[in-house]
T-cell receptor, first 115, second 112 residues
Framework: ETGVTQTPRHLVMGMTNKKSLKCEQHLGHNAMYWYKQSAKKPLELMFVYSLEERVENNSVPSRFSPECPNSSHLFLHLHTLQPEDSALYLC??????????????FGPGTRLTVL | LAKTTQPISMDSYEGQEVNITCSHNNIATNDYITWYQQFPSQGPRFIIQGYKTKVTNEVASLFIPADRKSSTLSLPRVSLSDTAVYYCLGHSPSSNTGKLIFGQGTTLQVKP
């Protein structure tokens, strides 16, 4: 247990569906992240939220829409996905700030399959 | 953030010491070097972080020479459960976002 939970753990959806991934951190951190990990590829940073504001969006398609309602919760809303979006989606949190070690704590991930 | 280069894969046997070297020729003066471990279908886990010389914790040691252009993660007496992907990353402590960039990592296979 890392203190970061993700639901659901597995998700199968069609290309016309709308679904949401949820992440919750119980560590009192001030930054949260979404990563995508496709098969045999490095983790790709998708979004960074610091103090509930999005500070990074790495050219992610608009069919992925993040939401950070407070410092403990992070959502990734999905709509009209493509089969190539099938991957492991990982959420992480950290206590960020100048001079900090910034150890990121990862959740277990959501295994997404788009049919 | 420093661009890092490390071997794609390594094999070892139980009980051996494993050293994984990472190159980071363009590391900035303020960058730290951080290593993460990832098991299949799990998120990465922080192992160790250092700036220079040697850092040791209960899991591993990290050696960073004076020029800081490379670093070596040392895992003493590995077991089968150490089979994982190991990532070397540069981290700037002046960053307020805590952004990390993961590369391909090194897949370590420990054999019995």
């Amino acid at each position: 247990e890392t203190g970061v939970t993700q639901t659901p753990r597995h998700l199968v959806m069609g290309m016309t569906n709308k679904k949401s991934l949820k992440c919750e951190q119980h560590l009192g951190h001030n930054a949260m992240y979404w990563y995508k990990q496709s098969a045999k590829k490095p983790l790709e940073l998708m979004f960074v939220y610091s103090l509930e504001e999005r500070v990074e969006n790495n050219s992610v398609p608009s069919r992925f829409s993040p939401e950070c309602p407070n410092s403990s919760h992070l959502f990734l809303h999905l709509h009209t996905l493509q089969p190539e979006d099938s991957a492991l989606y990982l959420c992480a949190s950290s206590q960020s700030g100048a001079g900090r070690r910034n150890e990121q704590f990862f959740g277990p991930g959501t295994r997404l399959t788009v049919l | 953030l420093a661009k890092t280069t490390q071997p794609i894969s390594m094999d070892s046997y139980e009980g051996q010491e494993v050293n994984i070297t990472c190159s980071h020729n363009n590391i900035a003066t303020n960058d730290y070097i951080t290593w993460y471990q990832q098991f299949p279908s799990q998120g990465p886990r922080f192992i160790i972080q250092g700036y220079k010389t040697k850092v040791t914790n209960e899991v591993a040691s990290l050696f960073i020479p004076a020029d800081r252009k490379s670093s070596t993660l040392s895992l003493p007496r590995v077991s089968l459960s150490d089979t994982a992907v190991y990532y070397c990353l540069g981290h700037s402590p002046s960053s307020n976002t805590g952004k990390l960039i993961f590369g391909q990592g090194t897949t370590l296979q420990v054999k019995p």
